[in-house]
């Protein structure tokens, strides 16, 4: 079993017009909205799963960049169909 996991992941938005008009005078909305993450997760067992993963996020219309961090453990508990105990 391999132990060690990464990923990449891009996102953008581009749904909406991004040019409009109020009384006559033309808008703006900005750049794109877009994020980029990494991550990377070990197993220590087949039960368990730790993960990090950062977020390079700039899905703000006013250009404000969100830097985001995440930390998650994830675990299981009890018999599953795949063992017998």
């Known amino acids: 079993?391999?132990?060690?996991?990464g990923g990449l992941r891009y996102d953008e938005m581009g749904a909406s017009a991004d040019v409009y008009q109020v009384s006559g005078v033309q808008?703006?909305?900005?750049?794109e909205p877009w994020r980029a993450?990494?991550?990377v997760d070990f197993?220590?067992?087949e039960f368990?799963?730790?993960r990090f993963q950062y977020t390079y996020d700039m899905s703000s219309r006013?250009?404000?960049?969100?830097n985001e961090v995440l930390a998650q453990?994830?675990?299981t508990i009890g018999a599953h169909s795949a063992h017998t105990f």
């Open 1 to 5: 079993m391999d132990r060690w996991r």
């Open 27 to 31: 808008q703006n909305l900005g750049p």
């Open 37 to 39: 993450s990494a991550m």
């Open 43 to 45: 197993n220590p067992s």
């Open 48 to 50: 368990s799963r730790i």
């Open 62 to 66: 006013t250009g404000q960049v969100n």
């Open 73 to 75: 453990f994830l675990f």
